[in-house]
């Protein structure tokens, strides 16, 4: 059963890299705890495992699924930034971000658009604040999450708690006050720079808490290289300010 209609549409953007084995069930279970008159865009980077074909088929099947095929993987960061401008054009009060994994559980969807609801203009599902937490991680994969968030939290000096966390709720207004074309970052640095960047232009923020689960099936994307860019691209933002 889907969940109530909320006061306005919402849109759900799943950016999505070789994921032909979660696409089908995260859309499912999406579509099963989204509002009436939702929809869902799938962003693909061109997957080679077949992750887009799949992707027309649910949206032949739905017409409340959309998919926007990209011509190749240029990075997290790209693919949310598509979805968002589509979302947007589509006429999008609520625009909602998760893993295409099911690390993200979407039975919290109806508490991030509650959040938001409520007035929040932006929304994360938060891993750090009491009541969230992570599942199946072992110690490195946990030092790393968390070291990532306390130090962005220390560099750019804001109270929130999951700043690498990639579960959202923005209101429209909140992606239109952003300016997209100066976002930066392509991989989780995004996550970390789209809350900066809104804060900046005069969010405000809530953190709802989730319990966080390792991917069921495919491989992470995570690799040295996105650490890097997330080391070097939070003082930048800092430094040279995002207005």
Request: glycine residues 12%; neutral net charge; aromatic residues 6%.
């Amino acid at each position: 059963m889907e969940a109530t209609a909320v006061a306005g549409t919402a849109w759900l953007v799943l950016p999505t890299y070789n994921e032909a084995a979660n696409l089908a069930v995260v859309v499912e279970a999406a579509r099963a705890n989204l509002p009436t008159g939702a929809r869902i865009l799938v962003v693909d980077d061109n997957s080679p495992d077949g992750t887009g074909e799949i992707a027309d088929r649910l949206a032949a099947a739905d017409p409340a699924i959309e998919v926007l095929h990209r011509a190749g993987k240029e990075g997290l960061g790209p693919a949310y930034i598509a979805g968002f401008r589509r979302a947007l054009e589509g006429g999008a009060d609520f625009v909602l971000e998760m893993d295409c994994d099911l690390s993200h559980d979407p039975a919290d969807l109806p508490r991030l658009l509650a959040a938001a609801m409520d007035g929040a203009d932006l929304v994360i599902g938060s891993r750090y604040v009491a009541g969230g937490g992570v599942a199946d991680w072992g110690p490195l994969r946990r030092v790393v999450s968390r070291g990532g968030s306390l130090y962005a939290h220390w560099v750019l000096g804001l109270g929130v708690r999951d700043l690498t966390g990639g579960f959202k709720c923005f209101r429209r207004k909140t992606l239109q006050a952003i300016d997209l074309d100066a976002v930066e970052a392509k991989g989780y640095a995004f996550q970390i720079e789209m809350t900066y960047r809104a804060i900046e232009a005069g969010a405000t923020v809530r953190e709802v808490p989730i319990l966080f689960r390792d991917r069921r099936a495919g491989v992470s994307k995570m690799s040295g290289t996105i650490v890097l860019e997330a080391i070097w691209q939070v003082p930048r933002l800092r430094l040279r300010g995002v207005r």
